[in-house]
């Protein structure tokens, strides 16, 4: 079976509009506010496909691009701005920021109650103490994948490729949740492993979070595993029409006989980093953020 993110993205697409709607009508337009610095190609396509997306459903964007030689103060400088503008819901930096700007300083500025991409230490705490939080966008569209496709978590051995603070430590956090759509137990393994297989074929659903193209074999899972994707690699192709052709972290042509279900990429995962980021927004400018149950 292919996890069809796409497909899956648009009906929460969908689902968003008929909301947006409804706070339209009473006043309320909905507003994220994007900030890329610097002109790292992939995260200018990012960034545009966001904007769009929220567009498209009747959200209003603004994207703010600096250079990439802005002083940190510069950020820090424009994130109050937004911060104090309460016509902005949400607020998002695109990472990675150039090495000279302090991330986390950043992250931490951004008001928690606009804090759309959930990496404010509060919402990170809120959400590791299964609070209603702000929940990163990557994470939350595998979990709300899942649960379109009534894969269940529950008691399943999840492994989890990577410890990023974007996917690998918050998607373990929310897994690992006591909630009914959560309850897995959880392995996250990473680079100091010294037989990385030996973790993956235990898995029942894998999670490959890692930015190396193709790393993943048919070798290396279980047969009939769940498997997520979460790359997306630009690998140089002359004969593609940008001069570049998109993969995951996972090799499809090997892996894909060898699993009960997978996500493709293009259009596994990432279309639903974008859904939950546009539901992030909606939910913030309704104010019930800090309200709604992670997942229902
Ligand atoms: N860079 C890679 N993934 C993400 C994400 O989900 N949010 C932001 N802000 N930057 C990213």
Redesign the pocket.
Known sequence: MILDGKTVASQIHDELRIEVESLRARGIVPHIALLLVGDNAASLS?VQSKSRACEKIGIASTVHRLPASASHQEVIELICRWNQDPTIHGI????PLPAHIRTDDVLQTIDPQKDV?GFHPVNVGRAVLGLPSFV???PAGIVELLRRYRITVRGKHVVVLGRSN?VGKPLANLLMQKAPWADAIVTVCHSAADDVQAYTRQADILVVAVGRAGLIHGDDVREGAVVVDVGINRIEDSTAPRGYRIVGDVDFASVAPKASAITPVPGGVGPM?IALLLRNTVYSAAGIAWEKPLFQ
């Open positions: 990012y998002l930096v695109q990472l991409d990163p966008c990557t974007i980093t």
